[in-house]
């Protein structure tokens, strides 16, 4: 629960996705749920030349069981309080 | 920060707001399956109507229709919402045949074997 509340946090902000078949997407978070699966919108393919096929693509939703990585804005990131939460979790809530 | 409530547990990024649109699915294999999102559920299970898959090789492309498909959420990597104000491909790209586009789809597939098998043999000179 801790990431999916985290990531909710994170909603309106621009982040960049890149899933497991190397695809990497940058657009805004609209919403994200429980899987981790996430929607995008106003959303740009990193290296748009390998993908013609993405060329229309703005809004998107991806399957959280096919995402390597989440990048995110640097000011996107309270680690003081992620550190809280963290530990908090790990303590058993 | 503010922490999930239990009233949050059930809150899911719905595929709703997809259906009766043309979307663009892109499975797990590389293939790109093109249709209207008529049904879904919690596992990103998905029905498409007048499903067609595009095939690309380099600047060739061709729609071969599937008709009406159920695809297993498992294998679903992205659903894409198609911008219907834009051009679907690059205008550079050239529409061809179902038959074309199986040739140039193997002789890709041949290409890379090729590339392969190479690779291979070279593997025994330790160059790098």
Known sequence: MLF???FKELVGKEVTVELKNDLAMRGILHSVDQYLNI?????????????????SVRNCFIRGSVVRYVQLPPDGVDIDILHDATRREARGG | M???????????????????????????????LLGILRSFDQFANAVLEGACERV???????????????IRGENVVLIGELDLEREELP?????????????AQKAERDATDLKGSMRKRMEFLDLD
């Open chain 2, 91 to 103: 205008p550079h790209m050239i529409c061809v045949s179902a038959a074309e586009i199986r040739r």
């Open chain 2, 2 to 32: 503010s922490w999930a409530g239990p009233e949050d547990i059930f809150l899911s990024t719905s595929l709703a707001s997809y259906l009766d649109k043309k979307l663009l699915v892109l499975l797990r294999d590389g293939r790109k």
């Open chain 1, 4 to 6: 999916f509340s985290y």
């Open chain 2, 56 to 70: 690309i090789v380099g600047d060739l492309y061709c729609d071969i229709p599937l008709g009406l498909y159920v």
């Open chain 1, 39 to 55: 929607k995008l919108e106003n959303t740009r393919v990193v290296d748009q030349d390998k993908y013609p096929h993405m060329s």
